[in-house]
């Protein structure tokens, strides 16, 4: 086994071989990288509101075991419905080339709330009429509001080990955390690595913090609502200054007389 690197220099010949390994290193170092992320989103897609148009940038999507590139930036009109719309990215498999196999990816706004497999949701947000749509949070519970703002909760991320929960979503979360002094060391010390993280945290790792800070007693999370619920009560507890129950244990100080 070898790598065949080019030499890019003056009067040296670009031989069909190495642009065969160019093309092997572009696509097999993205696809070395995500091979142990589930699919949906990975990288990207952050979503902005300006007017009446809702703006996606750049990222990555894993689709099945291919990893996409998305590398434009794409804008999606929108309009008071008065009922619950989704913005998803829809992808399609071509293989009727013999030369090559297309990707095409398509960002589509709807109202029907039944998801196919090849469909995945960036954002949700039911907007009435006469309101402005907002893409900003007050707080970290404000991102559970579903009227007239963008949501995040339900979005189709991949992380490592499968799917998980948006960035945006434990970002929030870990600034609620470091700008409270109330929170535990173990808070902290998770808010850290969802600050540091590139993409999005985990699956295991968050369900394994949030089983350790609950105060509620859960210990299974079905989906990402109930993920989200255990983390503003999580966040409820620190505002009130309330102490991590069954886990954090206090030791009594006794003076001995002599």
């Known amino acids: ?13 670009l031989k069909k071989e190495l642009l065969w390994s160019l093309r092997d290193y572009s696509f097999a170092h993205i696809q070395l990288e995500y091979q142990e992320h589930g699919q949906g989103i990975l990288r990207g897609c952050d979503i902005s509101v300006q007017g009446k148009e809702l703006v996606i940038s750049p990222g990555i999507l894993k689709y099945g075991k291919f990893v996409c590139l998305l590398t434009e930036e794409e804008r999606i009109s929108f309009a008071p419905a008065e ?18 196999i297309a990707y095409r990816m398509e960002y589509f706004l709807t109202s029907e709330e039944e998801k196919k497999e090849n469909e995945f949701e960036l954002c949700r947000f039911c907007l009435s009429s006469g309101a402005r749509l907002r893409d900003k949070h007050r707080d970290f519970t404000d991102m559970g509001t579903q009227y007239d703002t963008v949501g995040f909760i339900h979005a189709d991320w991949g992380g490592l080990g499968g799917k998980t929960l948006a960035p945006a979503i434990t970002r929030c979360f870990a600034r609620t955390i470091l700008e409270s002094g109330n929170s535990q060391p173990e808070d902290r010390s998770f808010a850290y690595l969802c600050m540091n993280q590139l993409g999005a945290v985990p699956a295991y790792t968050l369900t394994s913090y949030l089983r350790y800070r609950s105060t509620s007693g859960l210990d299974a999370f079905k989906d990402n609502q109930s993920l989200y619920q255990s983390m503003c009560a999580i966040v409820a507890s620190i505002g009130q200054g309330s102490e991590k129950k069954g886990n954090t244990r206090k030791e009594k100080h006794r003076i001995l007389v002599d």
């Not at 086994?1 to 040296?12: G, K, S, V």
């Not at 619950?84 to 080339?97: G, H, N």
Request: hydrophobic share 30%; glycine share 0%; charged share 35%.
């Open 1 to 13: 086994m070898e790598n065949l690197y080019p030499l890019f220099e003056r009067n040296r010949i």
């Open 83 to 100: 009922r619950m719309q989704y913005l998803r990215l829809k992808a399609e498999v071509d293989k009727t080339s013999p030369d090559y």
